[in-house]
């Protein structure tokens, strides 16, 4: 098995500015946010961002690397919505592909399978279809066996990805990546659906130890859909990574009420070390 | 000690999920999740409720189940759910806007998004919870259909009509429903203490009001007792509806934010 293990800094050295990237995770959850750090640092934009949208969304809009995003809602979870995202969204900063929860999973699926799309019951009736022009619909060749009627349903087009970016608790260096806490999300469906598909996780440890204490279901990702595992230890932060941490509620709330241009000049002006240790000093002058 | 108008809007709420089955009651909001506790500890035990994450748990907290959002979206489109969103907007046919205010292209006001909206009307029954009832929430067009509502799921056809049910709205003021011919919004209780004048002039559209409005139904003191001293000890009902009769301690009008966070986390869908 080959040693796909890299750096954050590789990672990004990977990804080109108008690629279609899909990042993991769900809103406040287990984001892989040392990578968008890591990617901040560059002079990457214009990308079309594919995630069910959290402080990721939120950081890649506020920095202006946004062109297009591909969502069904921005959220922090415990403040319900993302300042940046929001700031973003009524200054019109990019153009937005809003679809339902469920379409976008189905997106996934279909990029995952090869398939052009996959037939939804979700949108019809609603503005998904007014505000996504080129959305499709599709008719069933099978007619319902008691009344007659080919059901229309929504054509999801795929989701194909140029690269996904996803955060693990624990992952081998080989790439199969293992979630230790209550929710997959859809990180494997991310992994799937991209040409390139790259991991950061709390800790990597040798492939015989991933299921010493763990059952084998935990074992999200196959290393064939991985293409690179970076350790990044609090690599979420401040997103929650149970059971390795919780949220960062205390710095959650200082990253949605300071400033973007304030936030990054003190946490990411230098490298994932840095805002590390920034974090401490940040918590250390509050705790006085 | 009398009943306040949070206690109602709980009980309002909880009829919600009456002879519903043995399905997942997801709750979004404070209320409703006292509400769906309330039905399960009493009329309807078969219910399933969620930690508000990825597990199933009993009354008493024990998990009984896993349901991460990728299953949470089968028990959606399976339709063994009865959901209860919020709304910042919804119309007479009960559209729901929960997406943004103004221009889609360039909102005035960005909200939370489509979410789950779309997918849960058109698949499994869909409540609302309003915690503060008013012309503008209660509008003649929403800006953003999110939530599908009769008129827009007839124009769809049948497979936007198949699944589609909106069994009630529930307010600070009253329950509303669509049981009329043509399904536009009729005011089916009112809150004791509220006249249905009241209800009406914080409608901004016109609503169906039957010949006889009846109060909404009074607790039992077995409910009471559960509200106040098992699901709710802590009174943060009260927050999301300050009491009419009583000098509000703090009339933060629902706005605090971990009154709202407490069980389903800005969960647009309400898992």
């Known amino acids: 098995m080959s040693d796909k293990t890299m750096s954050a800094q590789d990672v990004v050295g990977r990804l080109e500015s108008g690629m279609t990237l899909g990042i993991g995770g769900w809103g406040s959850r287990r984001k892989p946010m040392a990578l968008v750090r890591a990617l901040l640092r560059t002079d990457i934009t214009d990308l079309t961002v594919v995630a069910y949208g959290g402080p990721d969304v939120g950081l890649l809009a506020a920095a202006g690397r946004i062109r297009k995003l591909v969502t069904a809602f921005a959220t922090l979870d415990s403040i319900p919505l993302e300042p940046h995202y929001r700031a973003a969204r009524e200054r019109g900063a990019f153009e937005l592909t809003e679809v339902d929860e469920a379409m976008f999973m189905w997106g996934l ?97 040798d492939t015989a130890e991933l299921t010493k204490e763990a059952v084998p279901q935990t074992l999200l990702l196959q290393r064939s859909a991985v293409t690179g595992v970076v350790e990044t230890p609090n690599g979420a932060h401040f997103t929650s990574c149970a059971p390795d941490h919780g949220r960062d509620e205390a710095f959650q709330k200082l990253y949605a009420t300071t400033p973007y241009e304030e936030f990054a000049e003190r946490f990411l002006s230098g490298d994932e070390h840095a805002y590390q240790s920034a974090v401490q000093a940040w918590r250390k002058e509050r705790d006085q | 000690m009398s009943v306040t108008r949070a206690e109602y809007c709980v009980i309002a709420c909880a009829e919600a999920w009456r002879d519903n089955g043995e399905v997942t009651a997801s709750p979004m909001g404070l209320v409703p999740s006292v509400g769906a506790r309330l039905a399960r500890h009493t009329f309807a035990p078969d219910l399933l409720l969620t930690d508000g994450e990825a597990l199933l748990v009993g009354p008493d907290g024990s998990t009984e189940g896993w349901l991460p959002y990728r299953r949470h979206l089968t028990t959606v489109t399976g339709g063994r759910r009865h959901v209860m969103m919020g709304a910042s907007q919804i119309d007479r046919f009960g559209n729901q806007n929960i997406s943004c205010i103004g221009d889609w292209s360039r909102p005035r006001r960005q909200l939370l998004g489509m979410r789950g909206a779309p997918v849960n009307t058109l698949n499994n029954p869909t409540s609302y919870w309003i915690p503060k009832h008013s012309p503008r929430v209660f509008v003649e067009q929403v800006d953003v259909v999110c939530g599908v509502g009769y008129d827009r799921a007839a124009a769809a056809g049948p497979s936007a009509t198949r699944f589609h049910r909106l069994p009630r709205v529930v307010t600070d003021l009253a329950v509303l429903d669509f049981a009329s011919r043509d399904h536009s919004m009729r005011l089916a209780s009112v809150h004791p203490g509220v006249t249905v004048e009241q209800v009406r002039a914080a409608t901004g559209f016109e609503l169906t009001i039957p010949a006889e409005v009846p109060f909404t139904r009074e607790p039992t003191d077995a409910e009471l007792a559960l509200i106040r001293t098992v699901l709710d000890p802590k009174g943060l009902r009260d927050r999301e509806v300050p009491d009419p009769a009583s000098t509000p301690v703090r009339d933060d009008g629902g706005r605090d934010e971990r009154a709202r966070e407490s069980r389903s986390p800005a969960r647009g869908d309400g898992r």
Do not use: K, W
């Open chain 1, 109 to 205: 699926h279909a990029a995952a399978n090869r398939l052009p799309f996959l037939p939804v019951r979700a949108g019809i009736g609603s503005d998904v279809m007014r505000v996504n022009p080129g959305l499709r619909t599709v008719t069933s060749p099978y007619p319902d066996p008691s009344s007659g009627v080919r059901e229309e349903l929504v054509a999801m087009p795929a989701l194909r990805l140029d690269a996904a970016l996803v955060h693990m608790n624990r992952a081998d260096r080989a790439g199969n990546g293992q979630y230790l806490g209550p929710d997959p999300y859809f990180d494997d469906l991310f992994c799937e659906a991209a040409d390139a598909a790259y991991v950061s996780c709390e800790r990597i440890v």
